[in-house]
């Protein structure tokens, strides 16, 4: 009769701790020593701080820029005018076209204005 009168008294403990436990919705079990109610600085639930996320926006992009490309036009310098001759023939003392043929060939002369 008195393991049943200690079995009874330990299932009475058991559902009394387990109430509370669950009145809370925290911990379920037997607690030893004296109660001083819930919440006693040992069984305080675990403090979970929200994590603040902090979206930005990227930067609006850098407007295209587009540059036009210029064909760079290389004037080439002028080329010096072709040296001009004139052709001499000495048999018969005169200078082409006057002179059509020249037995002994022509002379290259360069051009002398006229005096």
Do not use: D, N
Not at 74 to 79: D, R
């Amino acid at each position: 009769m008195k393991l049943l009168k200690s079995l009874l008294l330990l299932a009475l403990l058991v559902m009394a701790g387990a109430g509370s436990a669950w009145a809370h919705g925290s911990r379920v079990g037997v607690y030893v020593g004296p109660y001083w109610g819930y919440p006693s600085p040992w069984f305080y639930p675990p403090y979970y701080r929200q994590e603040v996320i902090v979206v930005q926006p990227a930067p609006p992009p850098e407007p295209t820029v587009y540059i036009e490309k210029q064909e760079s036009v290389v004037s080439e310098p002028a080329p010096a005018p072709a040296q001009q001759y004139w052709y001499y023939c000495a048999a018969r003392k005169g200078y082409y076209p006057y002179v059509k043929e020249c037995p002994g060939g022509w002379q290259k002369v360069l051009p002398q204005p006229e005096k």
